[in-house]
């Protein structure tokens, strides 16, 4: 495992352990049928990406794993264009702490879980278009775009 995060997608694609991480989440959206590759649309945004990088760590802080994340760049949305309203649910800690107090009180075993690709589980109502990853781009397609498909139907 490499112990260093990388800053940048270019340091990562020299890295084979990165590389994997890297590959491990586009195969996930792959499972998860999350996108499909689409001739780039007249008339909608592409959202841009970049990948996080981190170092999974054991009690002795010793790397057990190099995790990379494909997110989109929402920040350069335009409300009423390429959004309309936007929900990002957290939990707040005094919710955790209840909830925790709760099950010791009940003797309820607890477990943790990391849901991997959450947000690409989400409904969305408008069109997303993603471009492809720097790095891993289709060489049948190299001009055309992801469209995310996790879309709901309008009401």
Request: proline letters at 5%.
């Amino acid at each position: 495992m490499s112990s260093v995060e990388p800053r940048s997608i270019k340091e990562a694609l020299l890295e084979p352990d990165w590389i994997a991480a890297m590959q491990e989440e586009l195969e996930e959206f792959k499972r998860n049928n999350v996108w499909n590759i689409f001739p780039k649309p007249h008339g909608h945004t592409i959202f841009g990406t970049r990948w996080a990088f981190k170092n999974k760590l054991d009690e002795s802080v010793t790397v057990v794993r190099n995790m990379s994340r494909l997110v989109a760049k929402g920040y350069n949305q335009l409300e009423g264009v390429d959004h309309d309203e936007t929900y990002a649910p957290v939990t707040r800690m005094e919710a955790i702490r209840i909830f925790l107090s709760y099950a010791v009180q009940k003797n309820i075993k607890v477990h943790q879980m990391d849901v991997k690709s959450a947000f690409f589980n989400g409904e969305f109502k408008e069109d997303v278009y993603l471009p492809q990853p720097l790095g891993f781009e289709s060489i049948e397609f190299p001009d055309d775009c992801y469209k995310l498909e996790k879309v709901t139907k309008e009401e």
